[in-house]
Nanobody, 126 residues
Framework: QAHLVETGGGLVQAGGSLRLSCAAS????????VSWFRQAPGKEREGVSC????????FYADSVKGRFTISRDNAKNMVYLQMTSLKSEDTAVYYC???????????????????WGQGTQVTVSS
């Protein structure tokens, strides 16, 4: 049975950094697009970043460009989200998702993913 597990969330001051990790088991991430999404209280879930299986195609939401970096270590079956210059508006539960989806335009934002993690809370204090 496949699982995605996010870790690395926590409480950080504005301007600080965190690195989220997404560990996969039961699936080989070599064959999956992996994305990070987040959902703040009272708000809809939004896409944060996406990396193709080979990490040769990467997308970022405008709100995190220049501050967040997605990376993959397929040998370890891991995906990471390095977050810097954090702002209070980055506070949310962060989820990783894996899917065999086409990366054309904004499909990564709307396509159905095969697997989701349980989420990790990121709280940025101002």
């Amino acid at each position: 049975q496949a699982h995605l597990v996010e870790t690395g969330g926590g409480l950080v001051q504005a301007g600080g950094s965190l690195r989220l990790s997404c560990a996969a088991s039961g699936i080989n991430l070599d064959y999956y697009v992996v994305s990070w999404f987040r959902q703040a209280p009272g708000k809809e879930r939004e896409g944060v970043s996406c990396a193709s299986a080979a990490a040769d195609t990467i997308f970022y939401a405008d709100s995190v460009k220049g501050r967040f970096t997605i990376s993959r270590d397929n040998a370890k079956n891991m995906v990471y989200l390095q977050m810097t210059s954090l702002k209070s508006e980055d506070t949310a539960v962060y989820y990783c998702a894996a899917g065999q989806i086409p990366l054309v335009g904004k499909t990564w934002l709307y396509h159905e993913y095969d697997y989701w993690g349980q989420g990790t809370q990121v709280t940025v204090s101002s």
